[in-house]
């Protein structure tokens, strides 16, 4: 979802891609942009089915559209910037570069949009602003933003194994290991170490020179299989969210042999068609409005994370998927207008982590 700084990568890491020159823009794949674009859109789509369709209620964990969703949305999101990531980070990139390149402007986005989110609260600081400080921007910035933290551990992750040379796969192997088996079930760390480890997984396949259109159709096509019938079984408990992945309860290493496969197999399928369809629907608008949003996803997650914070604000009311796909456009919109606006407001990248003054220049990738 989110890689921070495009630089040209060497010909040995493009040429792998197997892609055809409509399918470039200076030597990028645009079908990774289109898929971005597509699990953007998912991920709003998600949060709108859950808080606008079934506010007020858990009922959403039963929803099979938003089931259905939650089989691979952020894995692949997450797998995505990990294969990207595979170009950016590598034995020659610098502790200073991967610090005030890749991490510091995610870091900064955080914090700002964690002061944003505290809104709602802002009578407090009248009564004691330490205390708004500390309870509510700082719970902002460690657990609302929790996919912006595992692109930051799942690449520091990253970084460390390239120090290791030829061990390199060994090490990020071992690294994606030990997120799995670290015993944080609590939310969001747990989210946060299964995550990194799909980044970490997509990483070593980038650097291996493995691509998306190098999976076998057949594969694909039985992992969706296998995927569906995942989806007939998956149940609450299921969810990353609330098992946290803690495999030493009774009960949960069953959910986890049900999650993991059925979250990688989806992700497969997911991922390959998605590509195909690009491929396929290259030159049309539709494509080309996926590519331009994969190009925004990190200014859409954070505006989002705002959007659906508000809707707690709002009087309880009846609404349908039909709703939740206007809230879904309307957030989107909103998003394009603003990253618009905020480009010719002095300091308007500063919402989006960029700040001319510090030796990086951020980009959402």
Excluded: C
């Amino acid at each position: 979802m989110v890689d921070i700084v495009r630089r040209p990568a060497p010909l040995e890491a493009t040429a792998p891609l197997e892609t055809s020159q409509a399918a470039t823009k200076g030597g990028r794949d645009l079908g990774l942009d289109f898929i971005k674009g597509v699990l953007i859109l998912l991920v709003v789509f998600g949060h709108s089915i859950q808080w606008i369709v079934h506010a007020g209620t858990e009922d959403y964990w039963a929803d099979g559209l938003f089931r259905a969703i939650y089989l691979f949305h952020m894995p692949a999101f997450i797998a995505v910037s990990g294969y990207l990531a595979a170009s950016r980070i590598d034995a020659a990139t610098s502790l200073r570069q991967f610090l005030f390149r890749r991490t510091l402007p995610l870091l900064l986005a955080m914090a700002v949009w964690a002061g944003v989110l505290a809104w709602p609260n802002l009578a407090r600081a009248y009564v004691g602003l330490e205390t708004h400080v500390l309870s509510d921007v700082w719970r902002d910035f460690l657990g609302s933003f929790w996919f912006l933290w595992t692109v930051v551990v799942g690449s520091a992750g990253a970084f460390a194994a390239t120090r290791f040379g030829a061990y390199e796969r060994a090490a990020l192997l071992l690294i994606a290991a030990a997120l799995l088996l670290a015993p944080l079930p609590d939310f969001p760390r747990s989210v946060i170490r299964y995550t990194a480890a799909f980044y970490l997984i997509a990483f070593l396949a980038g650097r291996a020179g493995v691509t998306i259109r190098s999976i076998p159709p057949r594969i694909a096509v039985a992992a969706g299989a296998a995927a569906a019938v995942g989806w007939l079984f998956w149940r609450q408990d299921t969810y990353i969210y609330n098992n946290g992945f803690a495999y030493w309860r009774p009960g949960v290493a069953s959910q986890l042999a049900l999650m993991l496969p059925v979250s990688v197999a989806a992700t497969l399928a997911f991922l390959r068609a998605a590509v195909a369809l690009h491929d396929r629907i290259a030159h049309s608008a539709a494509a080309w409005t996926m590519v331009s949003l994969g190009g925004m996803t990190l200014e859409i997650y954070l505006t989002q994370t705002v959007a659906f914070r508000a809707t707690s604000l709002l009087p309880e009311f009846a609404a349908g998927y039909l709703d939740a796909a206007t809230a879904t456009a309307a957030i989107v919109a909103g998003t394009t207008a603003l990253v618009a606006l905020s480009r010719r407001l002095p300091g308007g990248g500063l919402l989006w982590g960029r700040l001319p003054a510090l030796p990086f220049r951020a980009r959402n990738d």
